[in-house]
C-alpha cells in the first residue's frame, strides 16, 4: 500500500512517515501542499492519502474535495491529520468526506488504528 503524506511541515512529514514505518508501512510519497499533492496523484500510483488541513496554495479541505471530484481519485481513502480540533472543523471535513480526522499531536497506534478503521470500511 503506497501513501501519499501532505504537510508543509516537512517536519511534520517525517514525524507521519517515521510513525507509517513503525506501524509497517514502508511505501509511501510525499508532498508540501495540496497542489504539489493533485500532481503526484495524477502521475504514480497512490493509495491512501494523509494530509494536513492549513498549507499554502491549495489546503487539506481544497485537496480533499478536488479528490472527491476526480473522476478516477474519488475512491481514494483520505485521513486528515491537523491541529483543528473544534467540532465545526470535524464537521467541513466529514462534510468534505475525508475518511476519518486526527488531531495533532498522535501517537502511532492511533495512526494505525485509524488507517485500519478506513480500510476495513472502504
Known amino acids: 500500500m503506497r501513501f501519499l503524506v501532505v504537510d508543509d511541515s516537512l517536519t511534520m512529514r517525517r514525524i507521519v512517515c517515521n510513525a507509517l514505518k513503525e506501524i509497517g508501512y514502508s511505501d509511501y510519497v510525499e508532498a ?3 497542489a504539489q ?17 492549513n ?3 491549495m489546503n487539506g479541505l481544497e485537496l480533499t ?3 472527491r471530484n476526480h473522476p478516477t481519485l474519488g475512491h481514494l481513502p483520505i485521513l486528515m491529520v491537523t491541529t483543528r480540533g473544534m467540532k465545526e472543523d470535524v464537521m467541513a471535513a466529514m462534510h468534505a468526506r475525508v475518511n476519518n480526522y486526527i488531531v495533532k499531536p498522535f501517537t502511532p497506534e492511533v495512526l494505525r488504528d485509524k488507517i485500519e478503521l478506513i480500510l476495513k470500511t472502504a
Open 32 to 34: 508540501a501542499d495540496g
Open 55 to 57: 498549507m499554502p496554495n
Open 65 to 67: 474535495k478536488s479528490i
Open 37 to 53: 499533492a493533485l500532481e503526484k496523484l495524477g502521475g504514480e500510483s497512490i493509495d491512501f492519502v494523509i494530509t494536513d488541513w
